[in-house]
């Protein structure tokens, strides 16, 4: 359940709260989304190869960046705005590194992965922090980004891994963490009686 302070003052107070709630609930959801298509496509890819995985990857990062570049940009006072420009940002880099130079990104897919979760992870929990002003439960997203910083680390510490394991890898972490998204998405985005 979605407190948000303010609720026992008037109507006003608690407006602009509600609004930078509904607003991040939606960008969770879409990116919720986004990492549930990107997962879905990495299981059922018929003979996805590293490459044809870093070219899903730049795809999802493409997606992602503008989403978050999209709420930054246009998001309200009060919202993380600097973070999100930051998550946007580098999803945009990461999609125009894998669509200049896949051989590259192939080869260091891991520590490309690696590096954006663990970037992305402290990034979400610095959010989630200052979100805690606005929204109770902001644990579900300090979660999330501690998810994300710890599977960075694990694909950090295992860089060779085989193939298919790096496969089942990131798209169970994609849809571990596509479905909190979206679940959280869904909780922010819907109204408070």
């Given at each position: 359940m979605n407190n948000l302070p303010g609720q026992g003052i008037a109507g006003r107070a608690r407006e602009p709260f509600e609004a930078?709630?509904?607003?991040?609930?939606?960008?969770?959801l879409l990116r919720g989304i986004a990492a549930l298509l990107f997962a879905f496509l990495v299981f059922f890819w018929p003979k996805l190869t590293i490459t044809g995985l870093a070219m899903l990857w730049g795809g999802y990062s493409?997606?992602?960046?503008?989403l978050a570049?999209?709420?930054?940009?246009?998001g309200r006072s009060g919202a993380p705005r600097l973070w999100l420009g930051l998550i946007g940002l580098a999803g945009l880099a990461c999609a125009g590194s894998?669509?200049?130079a896949?051989?590259?990104v192939s080869a260091h897919l891991v520590g490309i992965i690696s590096i954006w979760a663990i970037v992305t992870g402290v990034m979400q929990v610095w959010a989630a922090l200052e979100l805690r002003k606005a929204v109770d439960g902001h644990w579900i997203l300090v979660f999330d980004g501690l998810a994300a910083l710890l599977f960075g680390l694990a694909l950090a510490s295992w860089p060779n891994l085989q193939a298919e394991a790096l496969l089942?890898?990131?798209?169970?972490?994609?849809?571990?963490?596509g479905?909190?998204?979206v679940c959280v998405g869904y909780w922010l985005g819907r109204p408070t009686p």
């Open positions: 930078v709630a509904s607003d991040y609930g939606r960008l969770l493409l997606v992602d960046g503008v570049l999209t709420a930054a940009v246009g894998t669509l200049l896949i051989d590259a089942w890898l990131i798209g169970w972490f994609a849809a571990a963490v479905s909190l998204l």
